[in-house]
């Protein structure tokens, strides 16, 4: 069964910072990119940002300059550093493997996800 553990969540002012975790099995992380995803309240899910295994990232626009994903290759977790939060990245979010080609998840089981509120 595919697993996806995400935590680090909370609440935090505008401009305030958190780092994310994303906790799965050895043989997903090492097989696969990874990639955080987010979803609003009454909003579609969006691609975050991605990093391949070689360590080659790629970010939204939203979040360039903010965001940093990284990945720990000896305890199969990725991380997301979030700095100068703002009200629009409250969200859930989410990390799973991901098609580079395309930014789709690879696999349609997901985590729980971890809540994200920015708020003054």
């Known amino acids: 069964q595919v697993q996806f553990v995400e935590s680090g969540g909370g609440l935090v002012q505008p401009g305030g910072s958190l780092r994310l975790s994303c906790a799965t099995s050895?043989?997903?992380?090492?097989?696969?990119?990874m990639a955080w995803y987010r979803q609003a309240p009454g909003k579609q899910r969006e691609l975050v940002a991605s990093?391949?295994?070689?360590?080659?990232?790629n970010y939204a626009d939203f979040v360039k300059g903010r965001f940093t994903i990284s990945r720990d290759n000896a305890k199969n977790t990725v991380l997301l550093q979030m700095d100068d939060l703002k009200p629009e990245d409250t969200a859930v979010y989410f990390c799973?493997?991901?098609?580079?080609?395309?930014?789709?998840?690879?696999?349609?089981?997901w985590g729980q996800g971890t809540q994200v509120t920015v708020s003054s």
């Open positions: 990093i391949r295994s070689g360590g080659v990232t």
């Open positions: 799973n493997g991901v098609a580079l080609r395309s930014g789709l998840p690879v696999f349609s089981s």
């Open positions: 050895r043989s997903i992380f090492t097989m696969y990119a």
